[in-house]
């Protein structure tokens, strides 16, 4: 077990070691990359990735889960990202040409394939995603220990979504990750199916987070939460150690099953690429098999989308509390005011990352 620490003293002490490795110019606006849809990602359900681990440390994080939403060049009649969020850039203390890029995504429309046009998805309300990463003057990404790469991906699922025999609101999580390198060879990694009604965190055997009919796949969850995070026995250390306690006040917003860990060894870089590499795609690809099972309820009439008011509907709730509390407490506030100015960091926060809902 690592040092005990809380995730929010953590995540400000990134925020504070960035500040001091960057100073501030104008932020000026630069393209980001952006991936073409692979054959073999043209359906919902998880498909096998063709990504390695040679690529940009957290490009292929990022761009693996978008594939599975068909994200292309050709997606931006879905985004809802404005034009002056959607890039930015801000040079690096004491280097001539490098810099940290910022990519922001944000859409609200998906299809189950890019083949045809009225295949709408309707268990997802909304995906966005803030990918930060220090680049050479080439655009290639910059493995260092001195390196800033942050990705922050999260998925909103529908809030108006019923049972249709009992008319119960189905509560599904949010997913969430964080994986973040800074200066000094620092890493933290959160991986998360975040519950919006409370759930028991102190024994996972009791948790509902996911509905009764998709209790089998909280049980996939439990075994890949314990493959990483536990070891086989008291004397077997665990994938990924515990990166120590989460604060009472955040406690409400991460259930049982939440990956998180800090790396600072030599091999940590290694073992971002590949233990955390394998648990990231693990978790991103049972969140796609859950919301395809609750799309395929949807397309049978198992489930139902009613627009409910808030106070009948705890799900909404939920997720507003859960956005406001995002809001109001982002650690990743001082980094990016820092880096691309106040005006354009407080759009982004209150406008993309957790807009109003």
Not at 98 to 117: D, G, H, L
């Amino acid at each position: 077990m690592m040092p005990s620490i809380t995730m929010a003293a953590a995540l400000m002490s990134a925020a504070l070691l960035i500040l001091q490795a960057q100073s501030f110019a104008p932020p000026t606006s630069s393209l980001c990359y952006r991936s073409k849809v692979s054959p073999q990602l043209q359906q919902l359900k998880p498909k096998k990735s063709s990504y390695t681990t040679s690529l940009h440390l957290y490009n292929k994080f990022h761009e693996y889960a978008w594939e599975k939403l068909h994200y292309n060049d050709e997606s931006s009649y879905a985004s809802t990202v404005p034009d002056n969020l959607k890039t930015n850039k801000s040079p690096v203390k004491g280097s001539d040409n490098n810099v940290v890029t910022a990519c922001i995504r944000s859409m609200s429309e998906f299809r189950k394939s890019n083949t045809t046009s009225n295949n709408n998805v309707e268990a997802l309300r909304l995906v966005r995603s803030a990918f930060l990463e220090t680049q050479t003057e080439s655009s290639e990404a910059l493995k260092s220990p001195m390196a800033i790469h942050v990705l922050n991906f999260v998925m909103f699922p529908t809030t108006h979504i019923r049972d249709a025999s009992s008319g119960a609101p189905v509560g599904l999580p949010i997913f969430g990750a964080d994986i973040v390198s800074l200066p000094g060879n620092k890493h933290l990694v959160a991986l998360d199916f975040q519950p919006v009604l409370p759930v028991n965190n102190d024994d996972e055997s009791s948790t509902k987070l996911f509905p009764e009919q998709y209790s089998h796949l909280e049980s996939k969850l439990l075994a890949i939460h314990g493959k990483y995070q536990k070891g086989s026995d008291e004397a077997t250390e665990p994938l990924l150690a515990w990166g120590g306690d989460i604060p009472p006040q955040a406690l409400r917003w991460f259930s049982p099953y939440a990956l998180w860990t800090r790396l600072s060894d030599e091999n940590a870089i290694q073992t971002v690429s590949t233990t955390v590499w394998d648990a990231y795609r693990e978790y991103v690809d049972l969140y796609f098999e859950l919301m395809d099972a609750v799309q395929e309820d949807l397309d049978d009439g198992k489930l139902e989308i009613i627009l409910l008011e808030e106070k009948n509907n705890a799900v909404l709730s939920g997720q507003r509390e859960y956005l406001e509390y995002r809001r109001i407490n982002d650690p990743a506030r001082p980094m990016l005011q820092r880096l691309y100015g106040k005006d354009w960091a407080e759009e982004l926060i209150d406008g993309v990352l957790f807009p109003t809902l």
